[in-house]
């Protein structure tokens, strides 16, 4: 879907229709629950800190995990 369709969509909405598709977007995705949380209440070194462990766990070395 592009953008100039979900935008024309969303504009054919009621604001509980949108609230209700929003809501369920957050229950759905991870991914979109975390974008949401952060876009309510930002915070970036927790962001960091968290993007930082992760990328730490990706590239450590671990020789029982080789493949």
Request: aromatic share 8%.
């Amino acid at each position: 879907m592009s953008k100039t369709s979900l935008k024309k969509t969303l504009n054919s909405l009621t604001r509980d229709q949108i609230m209700e598709v929003v809501l369920d977007l957050y229950e759905a995705r991870k991914e979109a629950r975390e974008y949401l949380e952060y876009f309510i209440s930002p915070d970036e070194r927790g962001m960091a800190e968290k993007t930082i462990a992760t990328i730490s766990k990706e590239f450590s070395y671990n020789p029982g995990n080789e493949m």
